[in-house]
């Protein structure tokens, strides 16, 4: 399984790692950490250093109940943040997690690679026109509302039932519009309940039901840390005991914040999984 990603092939039959670069005040874990240019620049440097595929920037935060900013403002933030890193690491693969059409086209334009969309169209229709006109990779995650209201809609019959349903439909409509490349992220912590995260981590092979890549965003989240009566800042050991588990049921991309320990998580499944 491969994606093109401004002409070069990646290669999924091992997986890969995204390194999370958030460049907000108030990310769940890494808010406002890299607030200048050589801060930034050292932290990509570091994250490719130690393996990263692609770099995910983000300007607009997702956690729970984030505060809402405007376009103008995520602009502000993500662009020029682009730009600087392309001009000190053109090759990198820098995938740009938004859910407005107008910030992805304008991310594209200056050489983003991917488009990660948290709400795979349903906030910004227009998204997925912008991913076909540019034929890049794009990534549709599972989610309900919004970040300010996603956890009051946890209501579920069957969720992994359901969940395949909505991916099957983005699926549809995507290809509709020509685009190539799928990656689905289910969504851990987005309008899910700490038990509802479990149940689709344990069943996530079944979304290999879908025939396409999937993308697991573990790190460092509460259903690590609550279940450990811990923090973000001491959840690393659990989010690498998670990644196992991912990529052990079928998980090609680990979006993570420490890119070192990912990658080596990924090494050993590959020596386990390669066995003969």
């Known amino acids: ?18 390194g999370i670069l958030n460049i907000t005040p108030d990310s769940f874990y890494d808010g406002n950490r890299y607030n200048s240019d050589k801060l930034i620049l050292a932290q990509v440097e570091k994250m ?27 602009e502000s933030r993500l662009l020029p943040v ?26 594209l334009n200056l050489g983003a690679a991917m488009i990660n969309d948290i709400s795979a169209s349903t906030v ?6 912008v991913v076909a006109a540019h034929q890049v ?42 685009i190539n490349d799928l990656i689905i992220d289910p969504g851990f912590g987005f309008a899910k309940t700490l038990d509802q ?8 092979d079944l979304f290999q039901n879908l025939d396409l890549p999937i993308l697991a ?5 509460s259903m690590v840390y609550k279940v450990l009566n811990s923090s973000a800042e001491e ?13 052990m049921k079928g998980a090609s991309i680990l979006r993570v914040h420490d890119v070192k320990e990912a990658q080596e998580c990924i090494q050993l499944y590959d020596a386990f999984s390669n066995l003969k």
């Not at 401004?6 to 890969?16: A, C, E, N, T, V």
């Not at 730009?83 to 990198?92: K, N, T």
């Not at 965003?217 to 989240?221: F, L, Q, V």
Request: hydrophobic share 40%; with cysteine.
């Open 1 to 18: 399984m491969t994606i093109n990603c401004l002409g070069q092939l990646i290669d999924l039959s091992s997986p890969k790692v995204m």
């Open 48 to 74: 490719l250093r130690d393996g990263a595929t692609f770099i995910d920037l983000g300007a607009y935060s997702s956690r729970p109940k984030a505060a809402e900013i405007s376009e103008p403002e995520e």
């Open 82 to 107: 682009l730009q600087l890193i392309l001009a000190h690491f053109p090759d990198a693969l820098l995938s740009i997690d938004t859910f407005r059409s107008t910030v992805a086209q304008k991310s």
């Open 124 to 129: 910004d229709e227009k998204m997925m026109d």
């Open 137 to 178: 990779p794009y990534v549709m995650m599972h989610t309900r509302g919004t970040p300010q209201t996603m956890s009051t809609l946890t209501q579920y019959d069957a969720i992994v039932k359901e969940m395949l349903f909505y991916f099957s439909e983005k699926v549809a409509k995507a290809r509709s519009l020509g």
């Open 197 to 204: 995260n479990y149940e689709v981590l344990q069943k996530l």
């Open 217 to 221: 965003g573990i790190s460092r989240k």
């Open 235 to 247: 959840a690393l050991n659990g989010t690498t005991a998670l990644h196992m588990i991912a990529l």
